[in-house]
């Protein structure tokens, strides 16, 4: 069982920036063997992608994001990060956090979920 908990989550204004961090509770040695993604759901709406990174640090970003964020990755503190940049009201909703290990059960697992808020 993997553990994910996200931070950095909250009211930003349009055009601002946000960074969001997730860290895993498995072991340094496992946590490398995981690929992790952030998804979004907005209300009303179905989940979606907003970025993914491997477990060999290939990055993948939805295209509603593309050009406006970053993923990336630590290792050594379990985290997975998500810098977010010039904002918009339509990038409020609530981000999850998932970490999947392919090469073992290919179980994906999910963080609670935090609200990012863009006010207009």
């Known amino acids: 069982q993997v553990q994910l908990v996200e931070s950095g989550g909250g009211l930003v204004q349009t055009g601002g920036s946000l960074r969001l961090s997730c860290t895993a509770s498995v072991s340094i040695m496992r946590f490398p063997l995981y690929d992790m993604a952030w998804h979004r759901q907005a209300p009303g709406k179905q989940r979606e992608l907003v970025a993914v990174?491997?477990?060999?640090?290939?990055?993948k970003y939805g295209d509603s994001v593309r050009g406006r964020t970053n993923i990336s990755r630590d290792n050594v503190k379990k985290s997975v990060y998500l810098q977010m940049n010039s904002l918009k009201p339509e990038d409020t909703a609530v981000y999850y956090c998932?970490?999947?290990?392919?090469?073992?059960?290919?179980?994906?697992?999910w963080g609670q979920g935090i609200q990012v808020t863009v006010s207009s």
């Open positions: 998932s970490a999947v290990n392919r090469l073992d059960s290919g179980e994906t697992y």
């Open positions: 990174i491997t477990r060999s640090s290939a990055t």
